[in-house]
């Protein structure tokens, strides 16, 4: 059991290696449409600047920078790997500066406080190290009364249970599950 999570941690939790580069690929297509539902909850207006934690391959990077090409959009990974495949994806609008990618932890976001409008995390909290640190990051980096949105496909292994109740321990005001063909926590800074 062990050798099998070794496995998709290497493939999709922190993707690395040749492993790494796969689940990039799958990942790219198996979070899309919930990405793109995500990013429809969030209402991202054309001057609001966005952050993505665990980007993965950047395909949601991706859609946000395309939306409104006034958005500014950063995200930060884990994985070198996925870091490597998203600024690829994500070329021209890095070398524009709309888009900012950066290899890190969310529990230590490089980031000033009460930078973004917006945030959000697709089938990525659950392998953060610490998910109460992460989110009081989160929190420290948007803006008041701004909005983060926590995304789950079925295949993510995230239970509903519990998801409202560490929002509200990490300082998160107002909480919201979502239904459809996969879940999403909305909460308010």
Known sequence: MNMTRDLLLRMFGRPQGML???????????????GTWVIELLQIAPKDAVLEVGFGPGVIIERISQRAATTHVAGIDASSEM???????????????????????VEDLPFGDNTFDKALAVNSMQVWTDRLAGLRQVRRVLKPAATLALGY???????????????????FTTSQVLKKNWFCVLASK
């Open 83 to 105: 870091v490597k495949q998203a600024r690829i994806r994500n070329a021209a609008a890095i070398e524009t500066g709309q888009v900012d990618l950066r290899q890190g932890s």
């Open 153 to 171: 496909t079925a295949h993510s292994g995230q239970s509903k249970t519990g998801l409202t109740e560490v929002l509200s321990r990490a300082g």
């Open 20 to 34: 790494g580069r796969l689940g990039g690929i799958i990942m790219a297509r198996t979070n899309e449409r919930c």
